[in-house]
């Protein structure tokens, strides 16, 4: 019997953060500190052709400004090292960074900053990735043959014989929009150098302490052990703090003013304008995508090309591509396929990961497709899914089957009979269909169903890993189990399922747990929290170190220390003309019903209930995954009605939270339902895998079939602000 698995123990950061004492990056305050602002380029494409920093150098109280000519190493980047730390001489976007004051207080710094003078000479700015991904388009990086940063391909079968057998052909142009993260925090941090051993410490919130490390040595041309990554409380990651934004630059303040003979501690707060321009967005897609069916409702073919919006700077849009493109048919066995994706450089800002990875973008795509389709041959929505889904064995579009094990036709059915679905001798039928009200005429009432997967872990042949340690303290009995792992809680409990783990793998109560991480030096790689992988990797490499500890303990050894590193099952990148792979190690399955009312009159749109139905293998702390899939799901409800992110010719027009609207309370549903199904993975510990962002993959669709439903009109693209929605009515 489980101690520790499966039950909702409270998450361990939780009194700290609700009674204030626990410390954010913005928190920190150290004795004679310096404070920094950044100089951005605020335009998308130009030639620095000068920096004039005198005037700012001169003014009283400021300490030193730091320009391009000043960073040892002048690149960084996740995968890679595209992006200058300091521009001086070209801006790609308009949140490049130009230059940095140091000066006595933040109010002299911003002074400052607006008297240093840049010389710049415009460029032609693209803004469309389609545009930007033509042969004869213009480069935006000069050392590059063009500005596709990865294209993929998938063919399976005969696509134009698959056509050639459906009775019915549905076509659509789809487009997904920008999302901000809106971090609770907006970037901030403080590095110093340590007076005991000399080396540089930087404190900022990030994902993964490792590859922090590793980009802020390079960039300073410093032997990795003389940087020290810590990790304060995260205030909200969602992806986009995988990317660097102020370590590099508050090292090389450090370093350069530690060279001058000035050891002082700086620090930097973003404004939350600072923040959105300033940082990477979900990826906007561009789909042009056609689905034959015969007229029994199977699906024959599916041909789909996309293309998304990098951005000025690669970021994880090689990544993203990878999970979007196998999205884009999503969860079903179709027999003939051609899938054709990209993602180009344009002078947008650059994108990035957020929550979901790509497999929101392209489960849009295939399941706007599906519920077309259902439209035309006249069938019940989730009868058509069901006589196509994928079961056990089932063969994807890149020729092999989902790995762990399939259960999205079981999720589905389960969501199904959930929302009102029979399964009848008929098929597949709604008989509990939601009812508009005959009193308000112009209140439209609609019901909406999606489903899909999401990846757990890294993708397309990277080796998944974590590390982790466990020390066993007592003499007769266990007094202490201390667990040493780098995972960042980004704010969905992993510190506390950690501890859960430790305790189960070594028999220990979950009281007598210590965690120690969020430390560079804690020892081994543990990885990053993204991509829904950490419950999954590191919860082995703690089950694998509990269970060497404990062997140890039962030898006798005091205390009994023990460490592992958890290699997850192989995966495969596509094939490059087939796509031909095993992509990732584990999925999570989801299905999702959205039942909703639409105001004609006003374009507005309210959620009455969301019924979501998920299997992620083993729920080890049940309250926590509520939390992430209710979270998650409104996350992506405000994505798709709301979150309006507006570039225009490469300038940023909603900047601030005023004017990119992100949900409140007023808009959450009026009822949530969320179904935990639990089908153990075979490789997941305790057979549990990733649940972090599982139901942001089919919510957008459900919530633009519900409003079909309601309407009879289909929106191809969104958010479905009022203003969309009234337009797409035809009643402005």
């Not at 009194?15 to 920190?28: C, E, Q």
């Not at 933040?106 to 607006?114: F, V």
């Not at 050639?164 to 997904?176: C, H, M, P, Q």
């Not at 596509?574 to 792979?581: C, I, L, N, P, V």
Request: proline fraction near 5%.
């Amino acid at each position: 019997m489980n101690k520790t698995i499966g039950k909702s123990f409270p998450r361990v950061d939780a009194r700290g953060k609700v009674t204030g004492k626990t410390k954010f990056s913005g928190d920190i305050f150290m004795p004679n500190m310096a404070h920094m602002k950044i100089l951005f380029a605020r335009r998308p494409h130009a030639i620095v052709k000068n920096i004039d920093t005198s005037a700012a150098e001169a003014m009283d109280g400021v300490i030193a400004v730091f320009t391009g000519k000043d960073v040892p190493v002048n690149e960084y980047g996740l995968q890679i090292p595209d992006q200058p730390v300091l521009c001086d001489e070209i801006v790609r976007f308009v949140g490049d960074q130009v230059a940095l004051v140091v000066a006595e207080t933040e109010q002299i710094a911003a002074k400052a900053r607006k008297l240093i003078v840049v010389d710049y000479e415009d460029l032609p700015v693209i803004t469309d990735p389609r545009e930007s991904a033509k042969p004869d388009s213009a480069l935006l990086h000069a050392d590059k043959e063009n500005n596709v940063v990865q294209a993929h391909k998938i063919r399976k079968g005969d696509v134009e014989a698959g056509f050639a057998e459906a009775d019915v052909i549905v076509e659509a142009e789809l487009a997904t929009p920008f999302q901000e993260h809106a971090y609770l925090q907006p970037e901030a941090g403080v590095a110093y150098i340590d007076e005991d051993d000399g080396r540089l410490v930087v404190e900022a919130a990030g994902q993964w302490l490792k590859d922090e490390q590793h980009q802020v040595a390079h960039a300073l041309d410093l032997p990795t052990e003389k940087v020290r990554i810590l990790h304060p409380a995260i205030g909200g990651a969602f992806g986009g703090r995988e990317d660097i934004s102020v370590q590099i630059v508050l090292g090389l303040a450090v370093l350069r003013l530690h060279e001058r003979g000035i050891n002082r501690p700086v620090k930097i707060i973003w404004t939350r304008e600072e923040s959105i321009i300033g940082h990477s967005k979900r990826h906007p897609f561009y789909f042009k995508t056609r689905w034959g069916a015969t007229k029994d409702g199977k699906i024959v073919a599916a041909e789909v090309d996309a293309t998304s919006d990098a951005g000025a700077y690669m970021y994880t849009s090689n990544k993203v591509l990878g999970n979007a493109t196998l999205m884009t048919t999503g969860p079903y066995e179709i027999p003939n396929v051609k899938v054709d994706t990209r993602s180009s450089y344009t002078n947008n800002i650059p994108t990035g990961a957020l929550r979901g990875f790509g497999a929101p973008q392209g489960a849009f795509a295939a399941e706007m497709m599906i519920g077309k389709l259902a439209e035309a041959l006249d069938m019940d929505p989730v009868e058509l899914r069901m006589k196509n889904i994928l079961h056990e064995g089932s063969l994807m579009s890149v020729q092999t089957p989902l790995t762990g094990n399939a259960t999205i036709d079981k999720v589905t059915e389960r969501c199904a009979e959930e929302a009102g679905w029979e399964n009848t001798k008929n098929g597949w039928i709604l008989t509990n269909s939601p009812k508009s009200d005959e009193s308000a005429p112009h209140i439209k009432r609609g019901i909406g169903f999606a489903c899909g997967f999401k990846n757990t872990g890294f993708s397309f042949g990277y080796q998944e890993n974590s590390w982790a340690k466990i020390e066993i303290h007592g003499d007769a009995e266990i007094e202490k189990v201390v667990v040493h792992h780098g995972a960042a809680d980004v704010g969905q409990g992993t510190h506390t399922v950690i501890m859960q783990a430790a305790a189960e793998a070594t028999g220990a109560d979950f009281d007598q747990v210590e965690f120690l991480g969020e430390d560079s030096d804690i020892g081994g790689d543990s990885g990053s929290s993204s991509a829904s992988r950490m419950t999954f990797m590191a919860l082995n490499a703690v089950k694998g170190a509990g269970e060497r500890a404990l062997e140890k303990w039962q030898n006798e050894e005091r205390p009994a220390i023990a460490e592992y590193k958890y290699l997850a099952p192989k995966t495969t990148p596509y094939e490059a003309e087939t796509g031909k792979s095993t992509p990732n190690v584990a999925y999570g399955h989801c299905a999702q019903v959205a039942d909703l009312e639409v105001d004609t009159e006003t374009g507005h749109i309210h959620i009455h209930n969301m019924i979501s139905t998920s299997d992620l293998g083993k729920a080890i702390n049940p309250q926590q995954v509520v939390g992430q899939i209710e979270g998650g799901t409104l996350q992506m409800i405000g994505h798709t009605l709301m979150e309006d992110f507006i570039h225009n010719d490469g300038y940023v027009q909603t900047a601030e939270l005023s004017t990119y609207l992100i949900p409140t309370v007023l808009d959450i549903p009026t009822n949530f339902k969320t179904v935990i199904v639990e089908y153990g993975d075979p490789n997941g510990p305790w057979g549990a895998r990733g649940v972090g962002e599982m139901m942001t993959v089919p919510t957008s669709a459900a919530i633009v079939a519900a409003v079909h439903n309601a309407t009879g009109v289909w929106f191809n693209e969104f958010p479905l602000t009022p203003e969309r929605v009234l337009r797409g009515l035809g009643k402005i």
